[in-house]
């Protein structure tokens, strides 16, 4: 996946997108990840004196939420589902496969509402049905 | 000529994309039309052609299987291995009372003249043409509860926001479906989310609210452009706006992402969420509808729960009432998933029979193996053995088998499921998703799942299964909110319903 490379002054023209937001932090946050793939720690203080915030709060928010990261991302992002419905189809076994194959990429999620047709993954946002090492290779290439 | 592929995430994920773009390959002339799906989501990719006679289906479609359709001159309705017939005359979907779903899977959903043909917009103009009372009379007549898991009666709830003065109201829809065995949510919104705008509009007319806000869980992208696109849509026509269907009333929607937070679901860590700030839990009092999103009055509704009203106001309270049993009405949309040969949704009148669901529609396990467990509303739901089977599904039966219906998800195990590993789970689950805010849920996970642990490893298990079911009694009773208070529900069901998982080393 693009992402563009940190910059804190496209950081404030996107947040002045937000300025007319109520409650606009964890929208500020989600933008700055969308944009560079991660919240860079400089964030804390730029959306904190932008909206008018505490540091403390803006931290607050960055590190409540699963979705956030404060490191660059690498190449690919692989994420299984490893809730109840995925669970009974072998999720797990699936999970410690493609762990030992691609490590650092994986994270574990809890649901991407496909749990008819589990075991669910994603492969750089794209939603795999009856997932399974082989299909999450192809669609990692 | 049109041939229908549907475009829901769970028919994407298994090559309707692929389906669709070889179909157009083969035949450029096709109309494809990129439906939600019917909810067969075992016979996915479900494609169908438009024929004279109907829809003919075909299913399920692979890519590699669209050669081998034009071969058999698919088009015309021509015979195949994966021919099903007329799509109305599947017995699997043929059976069911689509009530809330009836348009999802039928039309396109981003086709604001196709949802007007199939009953679309009635339940909002009888609303502009009425009062705020009536509505919420007809909301409350006609026996809607709240189906994000509560069953609270969506009538009283509106009926206080309409009574709370205030200048500034809200509707928020609580899209935030993180229940593991549940995406009726998002099939809804993907399929036919016009019906959702249609159920808040409606809402706000009837409380006086000018705002509503989806919170859509990130995990929902597709659902999330869908529903961003019909709600341009909606403004274009003249629909969301300054005067909704040129009426007097004002109205708009406006998404908002979650970011991961399985508590972000719980009523209160939403509208935390919504004003930006970490999704902690609120007290209770003040009620949301009194003091909800930015402290003014809010009408919180699951997706289903909104996407139903439209129908009741078409077609009366009485209409959806003369559905069900006792104090469940109408209808409820399961979810069947997991170990499950023929998944997918299955909306019926409350009272179908756990058996009848996971025999008649799911048609055992996938696996092929013995049915063991299901788990009937989400992480937070009781496991039932197959004892059980006979419970009849609404609110007050399953409460009364101790377990709950929560959103509607029926997730099945097959005989390799190990209940001492998913009761474990269920406190790690809330160990990793609790707000923090109270000890209960944040230090009593934690302990559970210890505990479990060691009965797993056969460390003093009698002594720490009195130990756990103390710990989970402390949860019930002393969370703050259904986060805590209900994760002792899988334990402890698991323990009474399968205690041969429980005997430590002598297993």
């Known amino acids: 996946m693009k992402y563009s490379p940190w910059s804190q002054d496209a950081a404030r023209l996107l947040l002045a997108t937000l300025r007319d937001e109520k409650g606009p932090v964890l929208m500020a946050l989600q933008l700055m990840q969308k944009e560079f793939g991660y919240v860079d720690q400089e964030c804390v203080p730029l959306i904190a004196n932008y909206f008018n915030k505490s540091r403390a709060e803006v931290h607050g928010v960055l590190t409540f939420y699963h979705d ?74 | 000529m049109r041939v229908y592929v549907p475009a829901d995430s769970a028919a994407i994920s298994i090559g309707a994309d692929e389906v669709a773009a070889r179909i157009a390959q083969l035949d450029p002339s096709i109309t494809i039309v990129r439906n939600g799906s019917r909810g067969a989501l075992w016979l996915e990719t479900l494609v169908e052609v438009q024929t004279q006679s109907g829809r003919i289906a075909y299913g399920p479609v692979m890519p590699e299987d669209v050669q081998s359709l034009f071969d058999s001159d698919f088009l015309n309705g021509g015979a195949h291995p994966l021919a099903l017939g007329k799509s109305d005359d599947i017995q699997w979907l043929a059976s069911q009372d689509r009530v809330t779903f009836a348009r999802v899977g039928i039309i396109d959903p981003l086709s604001l003249e196709e949802y007007r043909q ?46 709370t003065i205030s200048t500034e109201k809200y509707i928020c829809c609580n899209a935030d479906e993180g229940d593991s065995g549940t995406f009726a949510d998002r099939m809804l919104i993907e399929g036919d989310p016009f019906t959702l705008i249609e159920g808040m509009t409606i809402a706000a007319i009837a409380v006086g609210a000018t705002q509503g806000i989806v919170y859509l869980r990130s995990e929902y992208p597709h659902a999330i452009s869908v529903l961003q696109k019909a709600i341009e849509n909606a403004r274009e026509f003249g629909w969301l706006g300054a005067h909704v269907l040129e009426s007097t009333y004002s109205f708009d929607i406006q998404i908002r992402v979650g970011a991961g937070s399985y508590v972000c679901g719980e009523e209160t860590a939403m509208l935390e969420s919504i004003e930006g700030k970490r999704g902690v839990v609120r007290a209770k009092p003040p009620l949301p509808a009194i003091e909800g999103l930015f402290g003014q009055p809010t009408v919180i509704n699951n997706v289903l729960t909104l996407s139903t009203v439209p129908m009741v106001l078409a077609q009366g309270a009485a209409a959806y009432k003369a559905r069900g049993v006792g104090r469940s009405l109408g209808t409820q949309v399961f979810q069947l998933g997991g170990n499950i040969a023929r998944g997918g949704i299955v909306e019926k009148a409350f009272g179908v029979t756990l058996k009848e669901l996971l025999e008649t529609y799911g048609a055992g396990t996938l696996s092929g193996k013995p049915f063991r467990a299901v788990q009937i509303g989400g992480p937070l739901g009781a496991y039932f053995s197959a004892e059980q089977l006979e419970t009849s599904m609404d609110y007050e039966s399953l409460i009364a088998a101790g377990g709950m219906l929560g959103h509607g998800g029926v997730v099945v195990f097959d005989d390799s499921v190990d209940l001492a590993v998913q009761a474990k789970f269920a406190m790690e689950f809330c160990a990793i998703e609790s707000c923090g805010k109270c000890a209960p849920c944040r230090i009593g996970s934690t302990r559970g799942a210890e505990t479990i642990d060691l009965i797993i490893q056969g460390v003093r298990v009698d002594e720490n299964k009195k130990l756990l079911l103390d710990l989970c009694e402390v949860m019930t009773d002393g969370s703050l909110c259904a986060m805590g208070g209900l994760t002792p529900m899988p334990v402890k069901s698991a323990m009474a319903n399968f205690p041969s998982d429980f005997l430590g080393a002598a297993k």
Not at chain 2, 134 to 159: C, H, M, N, Y
Request: hydrophobic share 40%; net charge positive.
């Open chain 1, 68 to 141: 956030l990261r404060t490191t660059a991302p690498g190449e690919h992002l692989i994420s299984i589902c490893v809730a109840e419905a995925c669970q009974s189809v072998g999720a797990r076994a699936l999970e410690k496969e493609v762990k030992s194959q691609f490590g650092a990429e994986v994270t574990d999620s809890y649901c991407f509402g496909n749990c008819a047709l589990g075991p669910a993954a994603t492969v750089d946002g794209k939603l795999i049905g009856r997932a399974t090492l082989a299909k999450i290779k192809k669609a990692r290439t």
């Open chain 2, 118 to 163: 199939h009953g679309g917009l009635v339940g909002l103009k009888s609303a502009l043409g009425s009062t705020s009372e009536s509505i919420i009379d007809e909301v409350t007549q006609s026996g809607l509860r709240g189906r994000g898991g509560a069953g609270f009666p969506a009538g009283i709830k509106w009926k206080t926001v309409a009574q």
